[in-house]
């Protein structure tokens, strides 16, 4: 079942740009989430819940919107200027009310805000300003705020529009543009969704909703300087945060835009630079304002795990993190579940003694050897010892502070363990032997496949999803099965094209 | 429409009176009493998180005595965490021994989220997730003149924005664990929000010709009233689950449309009612603001417009929140690019992680000594504003200060660190004193907070015992958690009375 959603504040303000061909931009007043995503994607319906104060702060949103109407009215609405007047209310709903419900209007739908323009002219208002009442009111209705389907029963296809609905807030995080509610009516064509899908993931409105799948899987922050500890790293400024993360993303776009494989995604040697990041990498830098692509050393760099600012959100202030970036492999990359840390976790690592300059493996052996932490830290911290070689920023480091080599060597216990399966053991020699052989592993390809469907479906599978996951994961482990053939074969699945509430 | 304050038709009374009117009868102007009117009792509740200062190596520093009786005289430091109250110990009881049993429940399988979630609630939580009311928002409910006031604001008191968590969200709640009425981070924008409708004197002449912005602000009651029942309509062919969700929204609609679409609200309440101005606050330059460079500006700031908002009977409850996220730096308690939490992680600190930045156990209580100067300077601005009747406002005012964890270095929930102040006719002993009874919940300590405040409470949120409340004996809980010896799985939610 897909539960109805409130639109993020992202996706709100995608939509409004659609709706209104981008002359009207979108309000900061929109509420933001409320509480903790459990699949750790955005779009999860409970975590978009409205508080007591949210329906006054849609309501302010709505009027930060409908405030610059008039000024726009002439280009969005011609007949404002010759002949305003309720035909012409009409030809603005016909337009843009079928954007915001994402179908046509109901005669009742349409009854009300004419209702709207009418009582703004009883009040003295002019056309335009009555106009932007009628905008006022649209947007703060469940219609365009929510996510909803008509409920199944034990199952049904879904309608045209609603497809039309689900695939463009999966592929472009917004409302339907006017070619995906055209060919709305026809979607119930397998080939005709493929078409429409095809065309939204090439588009580069996409760009922020892959990116965003990417981001919120592995934990890639937003970085900013504060989240550095600016002594460790002073030069760590806005601008050089900024580059980090556009290159995070064009790393993760390019993989899915030129046939990126679940391989590639974690053993490509690519980067992404601009003058920032070649100085990060110690490359030569391309023009002023310009990025390049470039291949960085494959005895240190492997895939997504190596990108930079992945690393520098896997990490503390100013201390690199084995067990969050151990984490990120485990639960995110094997989908492993490894329950929640007891209460006291810190309080007795603070009672655990550690030699003189611990190196990252003498830290983890310590916390291995108490039993109440070993059951998780065991599985979790050989990984992010694996990746020990970068520090917090993700640069590239081969000793400890203290002059200690670093070793990433280790093995990875118990991967593909479940009930009544022991699993096996991986035994690497560093980070890029622990994922040449990671990316091998059919866990791994299972486990994104069931990320994508987190993502498409904002919330956690169940096992009624199985055959759902099993095609998006053949999608990926076909013979040149690429990223952008997963998201796509995700669409194709009858848990994309059904409803069912039981 | 503008929310009209004509003191000529001040309106006497309690929230209960008011609200047993009929609802026009309970608007109609009545005769001036201004200066000379009983004045409504109001809540203020306080939050920082971590609990009591305790960091690596350092010990209690918090309780004034370790035995009841008087604090220290006026301009005595209580405690070497509560220094800051030194100029307001007449005006405030101290407590120890309040312990948050129902936290135990959860498990204790996290650090902060299930604290979080009870601290406030004292209610059983699924998990991390609360599933009841906070003290704020029950207690507002019954001290509200009208639906037409705000109910049970949560004003933030540090510049940082939300992080979004669980220990964040999950502190002020509204019904069933609703998220609470978190105000918007942006003082000049509390502001708006705060007064947009509140006009002090004689009446200005309606402006020649509207501007969009009035014409929307006057179709908001008829827009929100059309909006909830387009929910109405929408929620007829979903599924039970979307249609709960969907009916949420639409309470909450209704509740703010009762605020634009009934007749004025009641005059304020203080004759010193003065809406702050946005001219007067600086801009919220985020994230320049990130680690409380400014918070001492931020955080009076916050502060007038708590006062204000009561004052001019805006709300009779609020609250003003400090919280954990984004790791706050207490720039302003330090001398000039001296704070250790700049570059270090105060959150790691509090739990003395011994990382490469922590700081000292004093660094920490010096910290932890902002807590305490903004909750003196609430409290003098309270004293400062004149209530209907000429007395202070602080006396008709019940200020709690609590926070989410009896000791923050290990996530304990016994011991918490609790100041009452105000509402002087409230403390049949008096102030100025430490109290350090019997072991006493938080439930039991809300439950004489409605007391206080004219209820007849002898509980608050879930009842009965450990094992009762969870309804099953197979939960699993840490007891080292909680208070030595005290919890077991027939440890009662609540003890009794406090020595007030």
Known sequence: MTEARRLTALEYQNSIAVLFDGRLTSSAQYPGTVGKSVTGFSTEPAFNDIGAGGAEQLMFAAEDVALQLPAALPQLLPCAGSTPGEPCVNTFLDVYGTRAYRRPLSAAERAELLDEYRAGVASGASFSESMAMVVDHLLQMPQFLYLAERAAGAERALDGYELASRLSFMLTGAIPDDALLAAAPNLTDPAALTAQATRLLAAPRANTTLARFFREWTGTARLTPADKDQTAFPFFNAAYAQSMNDSFDRFVLDQVRNQGTLRTLLRSTDAFVDSNMASFFGVTPPAAGQWAKIALDDKRYTGVVTQPAMLASLAHSSEPSFVFRGKFIRKQLLCENLGMPPANAQATFNTIPLPPDPTGKDISAAVVARTECSGCHRLLNPAGLALEQFDALGRWRTTYSSGKPIDPSGVLPAVGSRPGVAGHDLTFTDQISMMEQLAGEPQVATCLATQVFRFTFSRMDTVSDVCAIQDIGDALRASGGTLGSAILATTGTDAFTHRSDQ | ?500
């Open chain 2, 1 to 500: 429409m503008s929310q009209r304050i004509d003191r000529r038709r001040f309106l006497v009374g309690s929230g209960g009176a008011l609200l047993a009117l009929p609802m026009l009868e309970a608007f109609a102007p009545r005769t001036a009493f201004a200066q000379t009117a009983a004045p409504p009792k109001r809540l203020v509740v306080v939050f920082h998180p971590h609990g009591r200062v305790v960091g690596p190596g350092s010990n209690e520093n918090w309780s004034p005595r370790t035995t009841t009786g008087a604090l220290p005289p006026v301009g005595t430091a209580p405690s070497p965490a509560l220094a800051a109250l030194a100029p307001i110990n007449n005006e405030i009881v101290t407590l120890s021994n309040i312990d948050n049993i129902v936290r135990h429940t959860s498990g204790d399988i996290d650090g902060h989220a299930s604290p979080s979630a009870t601290c406030m609630t004292c209610v059983v939580p699924a998990g991390q997730t609360p599933k009841g009311p906070s003290i704020d928002y029950v207690a507002g409910l019954r001290l509200r003149a009208s639906t037409a006031q705000k109910m049970a604001l949560v004003i933030p008191g540090q510049a940082a924005p939300f992080a979004n968590s669980v220990t964040e969200n999950n502190v002020f709640l509204g019904p069933g664990g609703s998220p609470g009425n978190y105000q918007n981070i942006d003082p000049k924008q509390l502001i708006r929000d705060l007064f947009a409708s509140v006009v002090v004197g004689p009446p200005p002449p309606p402006p020649p010709t509207p501007t969009l912005r009035d014409r929307l602000s006057a179709r908001r009651g008829s827009i929100l009233d059309a909006v909830a029942k387009g929910f109405t309509s929408f929620r007829a062919g979903l599924g039970s689950a979307d249609q709960a969700r969907l009916d949420q929204h639409a309470q909450f609609i209704r509740d703010t449309e009762l605020r634009y679409a009934t007749p004025p609200p009641p005059p304020p309440a203080a004759s010193s009612c003065a809406p702050p101005s946005t001219s007067s606050v600086p801009n919220y330059d985020w994230p320049s603001f990130r680690k409380g460079e400014h918070d001492d500006v931020f955080a009076q700031t916050q502060i007038e417009s708590l006062v204000q908002a009561l004052a001019c009977d805006v709300t009779r409850t609020a609250s003003l929140f400090f919280w954990a996220g984004g790791d706050p730096g207490f720039v302003t308690e330090f001398a000039p690019s001296t704070s250790p939490y700049i570059a270090g992680n105060w959150h790691a600190s509090v739990h003395g992680d011994g990382s490469p930045n922590d700081p000292t156990p004093a660094s920490l209580t010096k910290a932890f000594g902002f807590y305490a100067k903004y909750f003196t300077k609430l409290i003098q601005r309270l004293a400062a504003v004149q209530d209907t009747d000429g007395s202070r406002m602080l006396d008709n005012t019940l200020v709690l200060w609590v926070s989410d964890l009896g000791y923050g270095s290990g996530h304990y929930c016994w011991n918490y660190p609790v100041v009452l102040a105000g509402l002087k006719s409230a403390f049949p002993k008096g102030q100025g004193r430490h109290v350090v009874g019997q072991v006493n919940s938080l439930g039991d300590l809300y439950a004489q907070v409605l007391r206080m405040l004219g209820g007849t409470d002898t509980a608050f949120g879930s009842t009965g015992t450990l094992s009762s409340a969870v309804g099953t004996a197979s939960f699993n809980f840490y007891p080292q958690m909680g208070r030595p010896g005290l919890i077991t799985k027939d440890t009662p939610l609540h003890f009794g009375a406090l020595d007030l």
